[in-house]
């Protein structure tokens, strides 16, 4: 349960969201029924103000969080570099803390991290590959673990502390695109979410969030990933689309994509994933005005046994002009792999 600040927080997010969309005139639109307030555009640093901090590796790498102490026992979150001890770092994240390490070692200390706890926990991690990646979260969630890869575009006013901050108040919306829904719903239980998430100087925000469940069975282990793509514009540049590849090894067998083509609350998901070759892939586009500001929209796909992939994950606006149309990118290329805990 957020602390009552956090609430605040999210609350005041929320709603400065609703409205600054219900007033953005470039692109026109109703308020939707959805809110699509992420607090990616905020100064989430703020978050930090009343958790103690502990900080661990190298000091002089990092900004100073407005709360710290000099006991990880004592700490609401750990922040940490590469040289960080491994051990306290394990010991806090069994204790519940989530543990943010930035550097350009991250993925790497936060993969190391997992896989000494991997026993205890279920989880998923979506390496970013090629991009610069300078912060990575790992959030405990009982026996669970939501993990958050922040690829720096160089948006963020504290491109540390904003994104840590995020992890404690952030929020994914709901989509806006059919998720359906079936009587084996209930057997399966949450197991992770992987976050990739990005912001753009000139506003722009991006992100992803793949989650799992799993059912396990005499027969084996049946897991479900479904990812949400979200996009926000600017006033200056719509979203165009956002696209989502997962590649998995030959032999794997997708007994289930989804969703079927369609239309929905000015959302149009178009799914061109091919069974036979073992690849999900989905494309969301905007079909109205609204979702030219603020696009989020799902899919997502069943299968056995283990889960690794080769993923992709792409976001496009445009700004259409009198000489031709100008374009910005985001995107996100690596390997997901995840962990079940027996």
């Not at 084996?220 to 696209?243: C, M, P, Q, S």
Request: net charge negative; hydrophobic share 35%.
């Amino acid at each position: 349960m957020p602390s009552n600040s956090r609430r605040h927080f999210l609350a005041v997010a929320s709603t400065t969201g609703l409205a600054g969309l219900a007033g953005c005139a470039a692109f026109g639109g109703s308020r939707p029924d959805v809110n699509p307030a992420t607090g990616l555009a905020r100064d989430t640093s703020q978050a930090l103000d009343d958790e103690a901090v502990y900080v661990a590796g190298d000091d002089n790498y990092l900004p100073n969080p407005p709360t710290t102490t000099e006991s990880i026992e004592d700490a609401d979150a750990v922040l940490a570099t590469e040289t960080a001890d491994r051990t306290k770092l394990a010991n806090a994240f069994r204790a519940g803390k989530p543990v943010a390490v930035a550097g350009g070692g991250a993925t790497g200390i936060v993969q190391t991290l997992l896989d000494s706890v991997q026993e205890d926990y279920s989880f998923g991690v979506e390496i970013v590959r090629a991009r610069p990646v300078k912060v990575v979260v790992a959030d405990p969630r009982g026996e669970t673990v939501e993990t958050y890869t922040f690829v720096a575009e160089g948006g963020w006013d504290e491109p540390i502390l904003d994104p840590f901050g995020w992890v404690l108040v952030g929020r994914v919306p709901e989509c806006d695109t059919f998720v359906p829904e079936s009587s084996m719903d209930d057997m399966f239980e949450y197991a992770g979410a992987a976050h990739i998430a990005g912001r753009f100087p000139t506003g722009e925000t991006y992100v992803s969030r793949s989650e799992a469940s799993v059912n396990r069975q005499d027969a084996g282990l049946f897991i479900r990933l479904r990812t949400k793509l979200h996009a926000a514009a600017n006033d200056g540049y719509a979203v165009e689309k956002a696209v989502r590849e997962a590649d998995f090894a030959d032999d794997k067998r997708l007994t289930e994509v989804y969703p079927n083509a369609h239309t929905q609350n000015g959302v149009q998901v178009a799914n061109v994933s091919d069974t036979t070759r073992s690849t999900f892939v989905i494309e969301i586009t905007p079909a109205n005005s609204r979702a030219r500001s603020t696009l989020t929209g799902c899919g997502g796909l069943q299968t056995g046994s283990g889960l690794a992939y080769d993923h992709r994950t792409s976001f496009q606006w445009k700004r259409d002009r009198l000489l031709g149309t100008d374009r910005r990118y985001g995107s996100a290329t690596g390997r997901g792999e995840w962990a079940f805990n027996a």
